[in-house]
T-cell receptor, first 111, second 118 residues
């Protein structure tokens, strides 16, 4: 299984762009990279998913270089409500239902 | 749609007791999973199911049983509760693993069940 590594915690300020990088050296050709967000006392919530290059939706962007050994979640102009834990996952093409979470990055946004 | 519902929200058990955590979804999702989350840690996969009648083990299956008799329901049974099973349990469902050659895996999580085993 591809193992992910991401920073334990990050701090930033309101209005800043936040980039959280995840390494996944052992990713297989058809596996996908997915990010989830979790607030205290809630289940995780899907943010974005990608395979290569760049994916953008209404809340975030995901940058994946050509070698796919890492990915970066970009949150534009964060607010206090973006304080949460962010999980990077590799979803196995061969077993898409068996989703393994890592330890996550605890993001704290200050005024 | 109610989404993914879990009952109970809170439960306290004594060591050795058994109980069933209920999970239901009304989105006609094929895939359902159970995770546990210990304080300050990420989620660990207990069991998952790719459809009615089909289940498989995740990372930490010992001490837990599951069955999937219908698409909607995926109960998790604790056979003989132990203090090490004190945790928050999350159930999740997703539309499907593959569609058009691409992974469709957006998982929808329930609100969780906070279990304490004394």
């Amino acid at each position: 299984l591809a193992k992910t590594t991401q920073p334990i915690s990050m701090d930033s300020y309101e209005g800043q762009e936040v980039n959280i990088t995840c390494s996944h050296n052992n990713i297989a050709t058809n596996d996908y990279i997915t990010w989830y967000q979790q607030f205290p006392s809630q289940g995780p919530r899907f943010i974005i998913q990608g395979y290569k290059t760049k994916v953008t939706n209404e809340v975030a962007s995901l940058f994946i270089p050509a070698d796919r050994k890492s990915s970066t979640l970009s949150l534009p102009r964060v607010s206090l409500s973006d304080t949460a834990v962010y999980y990077c996952l590799v979803v196995l093409y061969s077993s898409a239902s068996k989703i393994i979470f890592g330890s996550g990055t605890r993001l704290s946004i200050r005024p | 749609n109610a989404g993914v519902t879990q009952t109970p929200k809170f439960q306290v058990l004594k060591t050795g007791q058994s109980m069933t955590l209920q999970c239901a979804q009304d989105m006609n999702h094929e895939y359902m999973s159970w995770y546990r989350q210990d304080p300050g840690m990420g989620l660990r996969l207990i069991h998952y199911s790719v459809g009615a009648g089909i289940t498989d083990q995740g990372e930490v299956p010992n001490g837990y049983n599951v069955s999937r008799s219908t698409t909607e329901d995926f109960p998790l049974r604790l056979l003989s509760a132990a203090p090490s099973q004190t945790s928050v349990y999350f159930c999740a469902s997703s539309y499907g693993g593959l569609a058009g050659g691409q992974v469709i895996d957006t998982q929808y999580f329930g609100p969780g069940t906070r279990l304490t085993v004394l």
